[in-house]
């Protein structure tokens, strides 16, 4: 049985479209908007420490220059 790249993207799509989707249940986000909101200022926190501790040399320059 012979097959073009057409056929066989047109056979698999929808494999890969049901195994790409995520069920809402399974999804981690809170129901309440304020608590999703403390959440994301944990998650910026934790990210700016992580940051904090890593060493930037002070010959270190941004890929670009502001310019008013």
Same mark, same amino acid.
Request: hydrophobic fraction near 50%; glycine fraction near 0%.
């Given at each position: 049985? #012979? ?9 698999? @799509?929808? @494999?890969?479209?049901? @195994? ?7 999804? @981690?986000? +809170? ?21 904090? #501790?890593? +060493?930037? +040399?002070?010959?270190?320059? +941004? ?6």
């Amino acid at each position: 049985m #012979k097959l073009t790249r057409r056929q066989l993207v047109a056979a698999l @799509a929808p @494999a890969a479209a049901l @195994a790409q989707t995520v069920a809402p249940s399974q999804t @981690a986000t +809170p129901a309440n908007p304020a608590d999703e909101l403390k959440a994301a200022q944990a998650r910026l926190k934790a990210n700016s420490e992580a940051l904090a #501790k890593l +060493p930037v +040399p002070m010959e270190t320059e +941004p890929a670009f220059q502001f310019k008013a």
